[in-house]
């Protein structure tokens, strides 16, 4: 086992049999940790977006758009409502998983299901992303002395984060448990307690926004330039439907049976989410809580601003709440790597992304879907430098644009299979919603960053369209014609012999048993450094011609190619087998020690049509 074996097995642990994949499945109880952290944990900073678009209002109409949050968070509870009995309805009827990408294309076509896809894939890096980024905006709300390292501990997360999905399903949903459970316990109890005290007739300070800055109130609420406001403010709310459609993509990852377990989960985290979204923003309204812009001194989130006017400041609640959102705003990053990896494998079996995404793990998990997402997820949190604000913008138009084509494609089934009731309506209903939303958000936040996505987008869908149409030509160059017979072919072998040593001597050996025209090719920079290979030659009386090339440019790579390049020019149609011999030491730090030209040799002839290369190795 090599040194890297070895790491990898301490980090991600022994390889799993296939027979045990029913023991890797998730029950209820850590299905809802994997897959709805994502959504639970956007309560954290859902009511601080619309918040911070809210004082924007001009100050004229500054008290009248603050007391517009839980119209807000209703309207969300309803959009909520509809989408997830949308997804209900598509756990049972695609029990396989796939969510938004199966929906779209088995109904509406190539083209939507690709768009689907897109969208979802892009939406799942950016909710790491955002959500490590969130976190650490919580773990500098509690301490600030972090605030200049939260880049370093956003990437930290992310490979801590991976490293846990590439232990397995099972695992990760033991590890994410506690925290997660923890945030939604808490966080109920911040909104019960908040409730008490205020019907307990607690004093709560008046509406105070002197903290604002002018500059930035701007807009009215009358007109049309109103009703854009407001809507703007939707969009903001929005963010905390994100990963609503992660169970659908998840299905076959709960126990059987899959899809009853599955649409049991998806309507508790719905509940859950409903709740706490709507109580906070209650609890942000009544206690009249003003937003902080993250680069503030002493920055610190509405959450836990609120626990600081029901709880108090210096309280173990306060600390207790603020550790809980941040853990769950790290691990709700476990919702895009339970689901990603999985999508990427069944467009990867559609022939639209590399076949190595769709292969299973050592772990039963798609370990290279994984290790892709944390690598893009790493690259955003540097290039916006783990800023919230920076990424939110580019957040939800990815997940609304996938909500409505798998609504759309929800309503064209219902109508192909004649069930026009219900579902066919709700469907309906919630694709115009959904698409309403979508533009609502692609036109509110475009100037902020949003047509990055939309971009975006198109670029992976052409992507997709290069590597299918790669994979077609790829099947139809191997596809077998009926002329195609086993036939005789002319072959021959060099034997490359860098110098003279054991593992050259073991290579001539293994060259004559194995060919029967073969010859000898050793490169030298002068003449008489080739004498003891001759002398050798003659001692051993080597049946086997001996070809030396003298280097007068001292290059012993190029000679080689020449040469095997004069061979294939004189005989096109001989099949040339070339012998590299190589010594391996026994320690793989040891490498670097060595001149390695067989492996410059190999790297140099890899690229031969005709050429068969044939690695004889000599462990020292």
Partial sequence: MTVIQKAKRILVGKPIATKHSHTERLTNFFGLPVFASDAL???????????????????????????????????????????????????????????????????????????????????????????????????????????????????????????????????????????????????????????????????????????????????????????????????????????????????????????????????????????????????????????????????????????IVVFGEKSAFFYAIQFATMAILFLAANTSFADFPRLSSLIARDKYLPRQLASLGDRLVFQNGIVLLAFLAIVLVVLFNAQTNALIPLYAVGVFTAFTMSQAGMVVRWYRMKRYGIGMIANAVGALSTFVVTCIISYSKWADGAYIVVFAIVIVIFIFLKIRKYYDYLAKEFDIAPTDKVHDVKSKVILLIPRLHKGTVEAISYAKVVAQDCRALHVTLDAESAQPLKDFWQREQINMPLVILESPYRSLVEPVTDYIDSTLQAEPDTILTVIVPQGVPPKWYQAVLHSNLATALKLALGNRKNVVITNVRYML
């Fill in 41 to 307: 944990s956007s309560t954290a900073y859902a009511t601080e977006e619309v918040l911070l678009i809210l004082i924007t209002a001009s100050a004229a109409y500054a008290v009248q758009a603050y007391y517009l949050l839980i119209y807000i968070a209703i309207a969300l509870a309803v959009l909520l409502s509809i989408v997830t009995f949308s997804y209900y309805q598509t756990i049972h009827a695609y029990p396989e998983g796939g969510g938004s990408y199966s929906v779209s294309k088995q109904n509406l076509g190539k083209y939507p299901g690709l768009v689907a896809a897109a969208a979802l894939l892009i939406d799942y890096v950016l909710t790491v992303s955002v959500s490590v980024s969130a976190g650490v905006a919580a773990l500098v709300s509690a301490f600030h002395q972090v605030q200049p390292f939260q880049v370093h501990i956003a990437v930290f997360v992310i490979l801590f984060i991976a490293m846990v999905n590439l232990r397995g399903v099972r695992e990760s949903g033991i590890v994410f448990a506690i925290p997660t459970y923890s945030f939604v316990v808490l966080t109920l109890a911040l909104i019960g307690w908040g409730i008490f005290r205020y019907l307990t007739g607690v004093h709560i300070p008046p509406l105070d926004f002197s903290t604002v800055d002018k500059s930035k109130q701007v807009h009215d609420l009358v007109g049309f330039i109103g009703v854009l406001f407001i809507l703007k403010g939707f969009a903001g709310i929005c963010t905390a439907m994100t990963g609503v459609e992660a169970i659908s993509n998840g299905i076959q990852a709960f126990r059987p049976p899959e899809s009853r377990n599955a649409s049991k989960t998806l309507v508790f985290m719905a509940a859950l989410l409903m709740v706490m979204v709507i109580g906070v923003s209650w609890c942000a309204q009544t206690y009249h809580i003003i937003p902080m812009h993250p680069e503030d001194l002493g920055y610190k989130t509405v959450l836990a601003k609120i626990a």
